[in-house]
Each structure stands twice: as C-alpha cells, then as structure tokens.
C-alpha cells in the first residue's frame, strides 16, 4: 500500500524504494531530534535557531536542572547520557578540552553523526585538528566538522548574506550530506571543504586576518616608502644640500602628497596589468584550456583589493591638495609673493601656460576621482551582487580603462614639459612622474594593442574554446559544452 | 507496513508515534536524480550545488571516462543516453547549436522536463528563443527556461543576496512548479517569467546594459550641456565680444563648476517633481484605483536613479569648488588684487553684505550635500533592505525635502539680489541661477499647497481606499481589503 | 493505514488524495492548502510568493468573479466560505476594522491556524492588538501573529538581505511551528517574539523610526549645543564686548568648524569609553556571567550608532575646514594682510613654528578622518556581514583606537602650547579643545591601563570562562561548556 502512495523516485540505483517526503507539514508529525551537548552560548543560539526551523532538539548537560531555564522552552534539557541516546545527529558544543569527558558516551553515540563545532584559542598550524582528535576518540561514529565559522550572535539573529556559508568536511559522504540538508533548512549555505583532513582548514578560518588584502597592502607600504624616500631627496635634501634651504616642513604634507598619487597610478595600472598579460598567454598558447601560472592566478584575484588601495591613496592626495591652501605656509607664501610683486612693481603677474596647465590637470584629475569613486562603490558586496555580469564588466573593465587613462592623463598634464628641462633632474634623478608614467603607459599600450580587429577577434575565438591545436577537430564539442563561454571566459580577463 | 519503512525518529516523547521526515532525513532514503547534460563549467558548478542541496545527479557526457574527474565524487558521469533515461529532470548545459546533437535521445526524455540554463552570444531582439527552438525539437518534454542568469561562479561559491533570482518560464505549469521547487532547494529566489514566450526576455536579461540608468543619465547628458553652453555664452563668450577678455581658461573648470550645481538641483527636482504630479492625478481622479500615466510610472520607478545623478553632480561641485583656492589662476588673481590694494591705498577691502552671503552660501550648501550624501547611503541596497517602510520614507521622502529645500536655498542665497541687476543680463539672457529655481520652487510649492489640512486630508482617505464616485458603497469592503493601505499607500508618492 | 495517518489535506480538488509531500517531487503529489482572505496588494503579493514556493493557494473573496483575474492562474479564487472550509492554514488579509464581518466562517475556521497580517494605522501604546482581538473573536482557531512587518512588495520581488526577518508570535507552539515551516519554505527568516500577548510590540514595529538611533542623535544634539555656545561665547562674544568687534559673520561657518570636531572627538570617546568600564566591571567581579547593568548594556549596544555620528561630525569638519580659503572673508584677511605687510616694509613673515603646528595638525586631522571612513565602510551591513570574527575586531577595535588616537593628537597640535596662554582663558574660559581631551585622554590612558601584562592576563581568564569565586571548582566544566569563549568573550568589550 504505501508502495503505491508514493512511487520511488530513483530508480536503477540501490535505493529502499520507499517514500521520499523531503520536507513534511504543517501538522501531526514529528521532527527528527537533533542532539546538542553543551550548555554554553553557541549551544543556546544552535538550540534556538533549530527549533526555529523546526527540528526537535534535546540537550545534554551536567547538570541539566540548572541549565533547563536558559534554552527555549521547546527543547528538552537532559543529562548527557540520554540526550546522546535519544538523538540521530549529534552537535558536540564542549570546549575540545573537555572532548575527553565525553568518551562515556561512546556506546551511545556509536553509529551516529557527530558534527564538531570548535574553534582553537589561536590559529593551529601543525595539527591535529580538534576533530580530528575526535574522530581517534569516537571511531564508530561519523565526525562532521562544521559550523565554528558562525558566532552565537548569527545563529540568533539568523543568517545574513555575507555570513551564511557554512564549511563542512567529513570522510563519511552520507553524514556530511545530512549535515549539509540541516545546514540548508536552518538558511545557511554549506559549503563542501572535503575530507576530514581539512579540518584544521576549516578551524583556522574564524583566525584568518583578512588574507586577500596582505600582498596589495604589502605593496602599497613599499610603493609608499619607495617613492616617499625619492620625493624626499629630490625635493627636501637637494634644496638643503645645493642651497642650504630648509624645507624640512614639507615632510608631513607636501612630500606625502607628491607620493600619494605615484601610489595610486602604480598600483592602478596593476590592477589592469595581469588581464593584459593573461591575455598575451592565453594568445601564445592557443587556447584557454591550460591553467595559469599560479602568480597570475593570484594576480587575477587580488585585482579588487590592488584596486580599492589604489582609490584609498587617490582619496587621500585628494584631501591632501585641497588642504594645501588653508595651510600657514601656503598663506606666507602668498603674502611674500604679493610683497615682492609690490617691490618690483609687476602690475600683473599672469602666466597663460601655467594657469591652462593647472586648470587641465586639475580637472582630469577630478574626473579621474570621480570614475575611481563609482569603482569602488561598485565593489560594495551589496551592489556587485545587484548587477549582472555585463554590467560589472562594463564598470570595473571600461569604466576603469577611463580611470586609468584620465589618471595617466592627469600626470601627463602635471608633468607638462618638464621632462625636457634639465634642472629637473636634481642629482640626476629624473622628476618622481616619469618613472610612475612607465607601467601606465605599458598597460595602456597592451590593452590598444590587443584591440587591434586581427588579434581581439583571435582572442575571441579562444575565448569560446577554440583551439590552435589539431586535436580540436574531436574534441569541440565536449569541450564547448562549455555552452556559456562567450560570457563567462571573459571573467578571467 | 507504514512502521517498518519509516522508523519513529522521536522517541521518548509523546509523539504521535508515525513517521515524521523534516527533510527526508538523516539515512536510508535517497534523494531524486537530476540529470545534466554537457560537461563544462557551469554543468560542474550546476552538479556541485545539486549535491550540495542534497540531490542525486547524473552527468551525461560524450566522453564519460574522460570528464568524471572533473566533477564531484558524489555524481555519476555516464553516457548521455544512460542519463537522460534516468533522470527526472534533465538540465540541457550544451552550447545551443549543439541542441540538436540530442535529438537521439528524444525517446528517453519524453514526457520529463528539460530546463534549458543556455545564453545567447548577444543581444536577440528577433527570436526564436534558445528555450523555443528547443522545446520544438523535443515536443513530448516539457522544456524550463530558467538558470541562465546565473554565473558557475555564482553557482560554486552558493547564492548571494542580489543574485539570488532566478527566473522561470515554461508552457507546462508543473514543471515549471517542480523547477521552481528545486531552486527554493538550493538556495536561490525563483520569480515566475511566465509562458516560454517570454523565454526571449530571460535570455536578454544577461545582456542588459543598466537598462534602468539610461533615462536619466541620458537626461544628465542633455541638462549638462544645455548649461554649460548656456553659462558658457554668458561667462566665457560675453566678456570676450564686448571687452575683447580673453577668459577661455575658465572652460575646464570654472564653467564645468557653475554648471554641475545646475543640473544637480534640475536633476533632484525632478526626484521630486513625479510625487507631487501623482499626488494631484489622485485627488483630481478621486481614486487611487487607476492606474497612473505609463509615463508617471515609468518616472516614478526612476526617482532613485535621478537622485543618485544628482547626487554626483552635487558632489563633484563641491570638489571643483573646493579645488578652487588653489589653482594658479585664483592664486594670481588674489596677488593681483593685493597689488592693486596697494597701489590704490585702500587699507580695509571688507565689505560685510559679500561676506555675509558667501558664508550662508557656503553653509546651506555643505548642509545640502551632507543631507544627499544620507540619502545616497540609504540607497545602496544592503542599507535601505535594513530598514522598515516608516524608516525609509523618512529618509527619502522628508530628508530628501530637507536636502530640496538647502539647495534651493544655497541658490537663492548664490543668487542674492543679482537678479535685479541690468547688468546681470548679458545677452540679454537671465542669470543662471533663475532658470534653475523655477523647478525646485515649483515643487516646494506644489508639496506645501498638499500639505495644506484641507487637501492633504482628502488625500489620506483616497489612499486608504476610499473613491468619490458612486458605486463606493457597494465594494468599500472588497476594495479596503488591502489592509495595509494605511501604510502602503503611501509608497507611490 | 497510510489513509488513517496521512489526512488527505487537499480536498475539493483533483487531489490524488494520499500522503502529502511538501517537496516532494517533481509530479503527482499535490502540497497543502493554504487560504487567504483578502483580495488587496498584499493578499495578491502573498497568493504570487506562496505559489511561487510550491503551496496551493485558495483565495476567498467577498466577490469571486470580479478578483480572479487579479490573481496568479494557479489560485484558486472562490467565496470566502469555501475558502475557510478548505484550506488547513489561513491568512486574514482584510482590515481589522473588517474581523467582525468574519465571524459567519467561524465554524469553517475552528481548530485551524490563523495568521493575521493586519497593521495598525499608527503607533498602538495601549492594547488590545489587533491580533488578540482575532483570538477573542475566534476562540476555537489558533492566532499567529506575523508578516506585517514585510510589504507587498517584497513578497512580490523575493525576500531580500535585511529585510528577511518574519516576527512570529502566538500562543499555541504547534501552529506556530508550523507558519515557522511555512516561512522558511518562503525564504524568510522567522523570529519567535513569543506569546500572543508580545503581538502588540510586533505591530508596533512598522512604526519604529530608527529607535537605535534616538540617543546617540539627542547626545549629538546636546553636545552641538553646548560646545556652539560655548565657542560663541569666546570666539564671537567675547571680542564684540571687551573691543566692540564685530565677527559675527563668524556664526555660519567658522564657530560651526570650530563645534564639529569637539562633538566628533567627544562622541568617538564614548564609542570606546563603555568597553573600558565593562572590562573594569568584570575585572572588578571576577566573573564574565553576570549582566552587565542596563545602562552599560545598552551603551555597549549603541556603539555603531555612535561611531557613525562620530564619522559624520568629522567629515562635515572636514569640508568646513576645506572651504576656509575660498570664502571672501578669508580672501578680504588675506589681501589686508599683504596690504599690512607692504605699508610695514616686512619682507619675509614665515613663522616657522605656525607652519610646523599647522603642517603636523593637518596631517594627523587627515589620518584620523581616513581611519573613520574605514571604520564607517565596515559599518555597512554588506560589509561587516563578508569579514570574521577576527577581522571585525581588527577593524573596530584596533582601527579605531588608532582612529581615537590620531583625533586626540590632532587636537593636541591643535591646542600647541595655548593652554598655558593667560589671554586664551577669555571670560575665564578655558580654551575648548582642554574641555574636549578630557574624555578621549581617559579613554586611552584606561585602554593603556588595561593593556599592562597582569591586568591582561587576568581579564584574558576571566573571557574564557574562569572565575574568582570557589564554587568555580564543581562547575567549571559545565561553565566552560562556551566552548568558544576564547574568541566570543572579547565580543562584549
């Protein structure tokens, strides 16, 4: 009878051939009892957000009467022994420590699944991972490691989009499947991290500190000091060495503006910089089925956090240069300016060239901000998650060429003829905007280059998956099974 | 019978001892099979997510020895008839030229339903669809348009806020509920596209382009050089025809600042105006149950994005302003005047009414852009979806008055009592700023006159669901049925 | 059997009259009946999004025939009676005004759940809700209260980041559960708010208007005050009465800059002020499981709100200060200046000590407003939701002490050796930035005390979970059970 009321589902493989009900109802029956021991914060916020989502949960403590008062009234509060007893999937929430105290459990516990939610006091980098020590201790259950990348505060609140992902690993496929079902039924998003021996993986994640960001801010610090050091030569030492003039009030403000934007522009045309290359590659060998080199790899990921250190160094010249004027020594100056124009007498000190310089620069300057602006609100989480794939190519590809071509400009412009003077060249060091102009002008260059009609279209081709090769002739149509290529193989660029 | 296949999951309770299955469960039953046809990226990333949800898949490949690699453990790779004959539901994730290389197994999927996830190369404005052309070749399956606008990464790395839609279209009401189901299962938002006639539509949504920004930035285009003309032939033109003045440098700066103001205030008017025409269509018709003008609609839906463009041009005034004092051309001009203080004995130069308006200037229009720069906040969407409906008519509806008001005030103050002047009338063309006013003014009126009792009492009733005409007697209840229109109402204002 | 233990939950229907399967599959089984009665915005949004996620749905309506054509195709629309009768679960989407012309459906609706959606029209202090209201009315039925915090709209697009939160409260657990279920199936998130009797606050919620906000906003408000006054007395007053000088055109801009960062300052003090006296508080106890006070609790809670006035008072500083030099006072002092340094015949006036103050003054104002729009970024949801524990810490804490650090020291430049001026005591006034290092020097000299090896070490403890008192020894397990206490601990600090 019940094998008419519902056929089975999946046939021709060694299913039980009954029922399948994959999510049940508003009435009557039961959910399946979900086991939690411990009796700390993360115990109580698992507890809750459980039975919000409609499992039955039971609880195991020491000291049961005690606790009872502080988890929701629908759970069951009971002694370790028979929570581990009643329950099919167990949450072990005791510090790992005290995972030992478990051990006379075993027997019941025997045959289920343990998921093992802790975290280290600090990052762990030669093992064992804690739950892996608990899975020497309980061999005849399944251990699923999950869950410690969540804090008490989100299991409470309920998911939120950043926050949602859940990293499981497990060596027992079906565990780490229930596991993942939970996960998804509570609002989260599991995410599959493998075998049981990327545990320490999965436990180091809550110490990580912002690992995409290390390399692009180690390169902004010597970018920084690089160029603050030849600025400061160029424009603090010489005058004091040659002319015994001092200008040392220069370093807080003048020296750090100079040295902003050479900052910026470098490491701007190193965001556009390895999508040139990887492109170059891509064309020398034929075809974009060979991964590439790990450094270019990683090049291509880091390309929004390169991006967003260039914007935080162009925000900052941008408050430096308009504070310029307010300052004490911008109005001295001034005044002395105005003095001396008395003292000899020039009625009108205008020069057409400087103001037009001045003016053009400035306002590519601006304009340069104002494109490195949307970038970066384009980066928001919240808004690259609301635009579509053309759209996020449009702004951070073309829109960012603007940028960087408008910043190029703006140096350009800044820069004028003074290349061609050679009292620029104090203790012949070319001016700072002749070496920062050298990787713009490269990636510029490149991108032109590859927009040639001959090579874009050969780009394109390899692009939807096809091959110099000869062995293409058998193999296209496995290969371009790939049938969403001519959007997405432009992602890597 | 019933007890055997499904065993009491509580125990020790009183529960109504049959089965419950929250989630079919932790063991014995298996999940339904999902078939894939097509081995590249977004199949693998498609299979990941299925497993990861807590389904069966089946990869169908040409080549099954050679792609089962690269797919996770947990899926079978196998050939394509072997899948489609097994499956349930066949996603189709070959390149659509190949479609037809299917048609072998148009047995095997008779009578299930495909769902096609394919994309375009481009734009397809004349049809047939993907999803059509396929559903013709297969007429005994039901074909699913759906999952295209999905990326394998978006896939792999699991569902993020934005993102999270996926829309449907199909002929076959159930399939399409089934398809809908399992995205629900994984995470994803379906919305209903309606019949595969609208498959078309879903399959140009990748290749979107901003569609919502065009209006608008194109109305930012058109307002910007119609001002910057304007101001050019008054600034830059006038002094050079009559006094032969050669002030061409200003191009670059000083005309692009006096007209970003022009179209910000223009620009946020209109985020204004749309509200206030709403308003007064209702009261004229006495109902709020007609629909508005196709293009009040459409003006309505695009406030967010004129504010947003206003918001720009508000912001890179106030840079361009502030760059001002330190140009060379400002920096001569003050040496200039200095001498000529000098030259003239004029000891005190102050004049108390010039420096009284430039500092209220100055300070309504900080205040402004400070209030623009909240709204601009709560626009971006991970914001405004935290805050409730009161909250963010709050912010919009009076701070974006408030914002309204300071800049016409900035204005007005900028203006002064230069609108008195003959000689302001170069050309005889107005000053600037009166051609600006007359919208915010409008408007500012036009709220104020609604706000008056009499008025905005009526207004009130007519959007809790009450209508002038006769036949309100009969169906008040049945239209009052929106129960919410107390606080909703107001959303189209 | 399988008849007895599974009710056949869809009748009138072509149903197939067997078990129900929520998700069952792909085909046959039909999911459960759910009624709505209402035939407004909302009720259409909730047929659309409930369909949408695999329910029937059965629409009552005074008027049937006119509203089908309302609906999505697969609702069924019928009298209100047939509806009642039918469904298991019933939304009562009319006004509350409308419950009484209910009660003719009270048999249909015994023994089922009602969920009532209704919102007030304003901010209901006094009671009844309009939920218990529904109970008393319908005594037989089982009263949800929830949804009416989500709009039309939002069931209409899907349910979006923040805004995915249902309250839920009754006082029947199962029914409750069961519209839990029914969320989660929808994509929201359910919030158990407890009993019936907690309806009101749940009614209440649309009406919120930034509640978390309220104090930080009123102490913004007050310290504005009191330092404007404060500054108008020395800076304005001060030389009108004892010199008969007149700056009061001073009021727009200057005294407001010069009140701006003192509120800043003081407010960014207080951000981290409330985390020194808890680690104080705790040390003081010996123990982290007690609460803290009322006041410092919710002190602890408002600390973003805080912040973010902080950051807005800091930029609002800083584009105040940036358009010093471009008003037509500072032009007017300026030329007067020169003018003075002419008839004087003083050729260089380069105080050296001025521009260093200055230079240095500027430079660490500008670092400090940098940090703070780091800190603010991170504020952001989609922001703070991407990054861990760990990284959150670094920012908010680590951050913004340097943050609190470098405001502090840029006040201090500011201040130079003016403290130990007699003529800057005007009124006996001490000068306002003595005033305003107050809090921010307590802060970090409590924060430094804190940080000291022995006071470390012991606040380290008592974070994990150890305590002063003896009943430590028997509980410690049970206690340290907060498995992950080591990295939680810190989140109340």
Redesign the interface.
Known sequence: ??DD???P?????G??G????????????????IGIL??????RSLA?RL??????VVVG???PK??SSLF???T?VTSQMEAAT?A??IFI??????HS?LLQLKQAMAGK?LVD?????RMNCDGPSNASRLADMFPESSVVKGF??L???TLQM????????VFLCSDD??AK??V???C??M?F????YGLLSSALDVEN??????PSWHVPVLGLFFLFVFFYLYNFIRDVLHPYVTKGKNVF?K???DT?NVTLPCVALVMLSLVYLPGVVASIVQLWRGTKYRRFPPWLDQWLLRRKQLGLCSF?CA??H????????????A??K??????K???DG???????E???????Y??AG?LA??LL?LLAVTS????????????FT?VQSSLGYCALFMATLHTLLFGWDRAFKADEYQFLLPPTFMLVLLLPLTVLVGRLTLLLPCIALRLKKIRRGWETSQHVRF?S????????????GV?NV
Not at 51 to 56: A, D, E, F, T
Not at 117 to 121: E, F, I, R, T, Y
């Open positions: 009878m019940s009321m519902s056929r589902l999946v046939r021709g493989r299913g039980v009954d029922s399948w009900h994959l999510e049940a109802p508003m009435s009557e029956l039961q959910p399946p009892l411990g009796t700390g914060d993360f115990a809750g039975v919000g989502s409609g499992y039955q403590s020491r000291n005690r606790c929701p009234e629908e069951e009643h099919d999937l929430a005791v510090f790992p420590e005290h105290s699944t939610v802790s975290n280290g006091l410690n990348t804090s008490a505060w309920g998911p939120r989009d950043g926050s949602r992902q496929h079906r499947l229930s993942m079902q939970l998804q039924r609002g998003i599991p995410v599959d994640l809550p110490f990580h500190l912002f009030y370093l807080p403000i750090v935080l925000a900052l941008a408050i430096y240069s308009l504070s310029l004027p307010m300052r004490k020594s109005r001295y001034l005044i002395n300016t105005a003095y124009q008395v003292k020039v009625e009108d000190s205008w020069q057409e400087e103001v037009w310089r001045m003016e053009l400035v306002s601006i901000l104002g602006c928001l989480p919240s808004v690259s998650n609301a635009v579509n794939w053309r759209e449009f193999m149509l496995e290969e371009e099974d790939d049938c969403r290529g001519g959007l997405e992602s």
